[in-house]
C-alpha cells in the first residue's frame, strides 16, 4: 500500500475520500488551507476509521510547504482536490479562482516534478464539455467554454495537464470530471458543510428540510424535460471518492493523460429530487418556481462506460441512498462541523 497526498482533502469530496483510502489501506497525508473547510472533517476521518493521517494546514501555491512534504513523506500519488469551487464569486472574483485554481495546480505539478511524484488524480467536472453535446455525455465529446470562471478554470487545467503528460511521458494523470455529488457518509458525521446561502441544488433542500431556508426556489420550469425542471446526474460522494481509489489504480502503470466521467449515468429532474426527498424522509418540502438561472442547461446525464470499463469502477448507490444520506448528515448536524 502506498502513501497518497491529498490535496484539499479537509473538504467534502477530500474527506469521503480520504476515509476510503484509509480503509483500503493507504497512508495519507493532507494538504489544505481550510479555506472552505475545518479540521474538524478529518478528526472525523479519523475516528469512522480508527487510523491516523497526516494533516498539514498549508496552501497548494506554497513551494516550500509543498517540497517539505515531498521530503518528509515517500509520496507515491497525489489527489488533487484543493480550489474553490463558488460560481457566483468566480464570476466577481476571476482572478481568486485563476490564481488558486490554475496557478495552484501549476504550483503542485512543479513540485511533483521536483520529487519525481508523476502520479496525479485531479477533479474536473462534466461542465468542461460544450453545451451543444446532447446527454448522455461521453469522453470524446468536445469541450467547450464554459459559462462561468469557475468551470474556465476547470477546463484550463485539465489542457495544461493534457499537454504537459504529451511532453514528458512520464506523467500518468487521470481526469475526473465528477457529474453532481450529493450524499453523506452512511455514519451521518460527515456531509456537505457549504458556507453561507447553499449554491448548490442538494445543501439547499437539505437546509429547508432543517428549517434553516423557508423554501426551494426552483430555477426555471420550462426545460425540455420530462415535467420542465433541470436534469442533473447526482453521484453519490462515496462512490465519487471510490473512484479515485480506482482511478489511482489505473495509473499505477499506465503513461500519458486520460478522462473519465464519474456519473450514475440516470438523469434526474429538480422536481425528482424534491419529491423523492420527501417520500424517502417524510418531510415536506416548500417551493416556487423561479426563473431560470444564467448558465444552467436543461440537461447534463453521463456516459459513464469508460469508467465502467477501463476503471472496474461501478456506482453501488441509488437516488433514494443519497438523498436519505444526505437527510442523515443535515439533521445530525444541523450547522454542518461547528455543531
Ligand atoms: P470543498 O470546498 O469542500 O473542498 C475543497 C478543499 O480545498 C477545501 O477543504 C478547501 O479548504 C481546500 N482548498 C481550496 N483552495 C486551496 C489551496 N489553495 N490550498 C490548499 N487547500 C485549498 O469542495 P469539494 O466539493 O470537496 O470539491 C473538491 C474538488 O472537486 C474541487 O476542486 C472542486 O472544484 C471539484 N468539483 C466539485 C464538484 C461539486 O459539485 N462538489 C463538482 C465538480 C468538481
Ligand atoms: C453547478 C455549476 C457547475 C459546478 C457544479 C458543482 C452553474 C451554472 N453550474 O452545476 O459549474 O461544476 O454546480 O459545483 O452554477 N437548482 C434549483 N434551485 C437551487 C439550486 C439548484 O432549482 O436552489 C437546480 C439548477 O437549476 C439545476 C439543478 O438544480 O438544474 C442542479 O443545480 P446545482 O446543484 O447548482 O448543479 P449544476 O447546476 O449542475
Known amino acids: 500500500m ?8 479537509a473538504g ?3 474527506s ?7 480503509n483500503a489501506g493507504h497512508e495519507v497525508v493532507v494538504l489544505d488551507n481550510l479555506s472552505n473547510s475545518s479540521e474538524e472533517s478529518l478528526t472525523r476521518v479519523q475516528a469512522l476509521t480508527a487510523k491516523k493521517l497526516d494533516f498539514v494546514e498549508g496552501d497548494i501555491l506554497d ?14 500519488a497525489v489527489i488533487h482536490f484543493a480550489g474553490l469551487k463558488a460560481v457566483g464569486e468566480s464570476q466577481q472574483e476571476p482572478l481568486k479562482y485563476f490564481d488558486n ?12 516534478e521536483r520529487a519525481q511524484v508523476f502520479k496525479l488524480v485531479f477533479s474536473s467536472s462534466a461542465t468542461v464539455y460544450d453545451e451543444a453535446n446532447v446527454s448522455p455525455l461521453n469522453e470524446d465529446m468536445p469541450t467547450g467554454m464554459p459559462t462561468n470562471n469557475y468551470g474556465y478554470t476547470k477546463l484550463i487545467v485539465e489542457q495544461l495537464l493534457q499537454k504537459l503528460s504529451i511532453a514528458d511521458t512520464r506523467w500518468s494523470i487521470a481526469l475526473l470530471r465528477y457529474f453532481n455529488p450529493v450524499g453523506a457518509h452512511k455514519s451521518g458525521q460527515m456531509g456537505e458543510d457549504p458556507q453561507g446561502i447553499p449554491n448548490n441544488l442538494m445543501p439547499y433542500v437539505t437546509q429547508v428540510a432543517v428549517g434553516r431556508r423557508e423554501k426551494l426556489s426552483i430555477f426555471g420550469n420550462d426545460y425540455d424535460t420530462i415535467d420542465g425542471t433541470g436534469v442533473r446526474d447526482y453521484i453519490h460522494v462515496v462512490d465519487l471518492a471510490n473512484a479515485h481509489l480506482c482511478a489511482l489504480n489505473n495509473r499505477l502503470n499506465a503513461q500519458g493523460c486520460r478522462a473519465w466521467n464519474i456519473g450514475t449515468g440516470n438523469g434526474c429532474s429538480v422536481l425528482e429530487i424534491a419529491k423523492t426527498f420527501e417520500k424517502v424522509n417524510g418531510i415536506h418540502i416548500p417551493f416556487e418556481f423561479s426563473p431560470r438561472r444564467a448558465g444552467d442547461v436543461a440537461t447534463s446525464f453521463a456516459n459513464n462506460a469508460r469508467a465502467v470499463a477501463e ?3 461501478q456506482p453501488q448507490y441509488g ?21
Not at 513551494?63 to 507515491?76: G, W
Not at 441512498?321 to 462541523?337: E, H, I, R, T, V
Request: aromatic share 8%; with cysteine; hydrophobic share 40%.
Open 2 to 9: 502506498s502513501k497518497i497526498l491529498v490535496t484539499g482533502g
Open 12 to 14: 467534502y469530496i477530500g
Open 16 to 22: 469521503h475520500t480520504c476515509i476510503e483510502l484509509l
Open 63 to 76: 513551494q516550500h510547504i509543498l517540497d517539505h512534504i515531498f521530503h518528509s513523506h515517500r509520496i507515491e
Open 101 to 112: 485554481n490554475i496557478s495552484g495546480s501549476i504550483s503542485l505539478v512543479k513540485a511533483m
Open 311 to 313: 476503471l472496474g469502477w
Open 319 to 339: 437516488l433514494e441512498d443519497m438523498l436519505a444520506d444526505s437527510w442523515n448528515w443535515q439533521k445530525n448536524n444541523p450547522n454542518g462541523y461547528q455543531d
